[in-house]
């Protein structure tokens, strides 16, 4: 009687199959089907998603067409849009220069330091005025007069009454040292005057006998001489 091979009594009898489960082929079938109505599904909700589209879609064209005809009857109302584009052009390519940008860099550079300038300015017109208050001079009261002052000017250079009198000779140095003379002169003379003093044609002739009394003749007819020929010149000044 032969002996039953040692492979023969180690395999085992199949497993016996369970009451109820599907077969294997069957479960991916029901798997597949499964994707499948997801996948319509899905595509169904993209499907209506894109149907609420169709009006803004229909209306495109017409929007396009109003947009561009509104873009063509700006550019006629404009005129010469090509010569402001590459008026743009240029501006734009000046401004991305090297040495435009390193500018525009220090121009930042000192807004960002600016308010420590102003606090600077600050401090100095403080101890300024502090300056003159121990002088007696009260800068609360000279800055508006200051402002009428420029004001004034302001108004003399729009008026051209500036011009002409830097084209006179009011600024000769000439001018401006005979113009000193007779101001220290009558500075001297009303700080030394005596208020009870009196003088009369005798007095008069008596002082023009002197040197200095003498010189100021002199000068006085010669002005009235030049003057006068100055008038005959202008009819403005003509009386």
Avoid: Y
Avoid at 108 to 136: H, I, K, N, Q, T
């Amino acid at each position: 009687m032969s002996k039953p091979s040692r492979s023969s009594l180690s395999s085992k009898p199949p497993a016996p199959a369970v009451f109820g489960s599907p077969p294997p082929g069957r479960a991916g079938a029901q798997d597949t089907a499964a994707l499948l109505r997801s996948i319509d599904a899905r595509l169904e909700r993209i499907e209506a998603r894109l149907a609420q589209l169709d009006p803004l879609l229909d209306a495109a064209p017409g929007a396009l067409a109003m947009l561009g005809d509104g873009f063509d009857e700006l550019a006629r109302g404009l005129g010469d849009m090509d010569a402001r584009g590459r008026a743009l052009v240029a501006l734009l390519e000046r401004a991305t220069r090297p040495q435009t940008l390193a500018q525009l860099h220090a121009g930042l550079d000192l807004l960002e330091s600016a308010p420590g300038l102003v606090a600077v300015v600050g401090d100095g017109f403080d101890e300024l005025s502090r300056a003159a208050a121990e002088r007696g001079l009260d800068l609360n009261a000279v800055v508006p007069q200051l402002g009428r002052v420029l004001e004034g000017a302001l108004r003399r250079v729009a008026d051209g009454q500036l011009a002409d009198l830097l084209e006179s000779d009011l600024l000769d140095p000439a001018a401006v040292a005979a113009l000193g003379s007779a101001a220290r002169a009558m500075a001297a003379s009303h700080g030394q005057r005596d208020a009870n003093a009196r003088a009369g044609l005798m007095a008069l002739w008596s002082a023009t006998r002197e040197p200095s009394v003498q010189r100021t003749l002199a000068l006085t007819i010669d002005f009235a001489r030049r003057f006068g020929a100055e008038l005959s010149t202008a009819p403005a000044l003509n009386p």
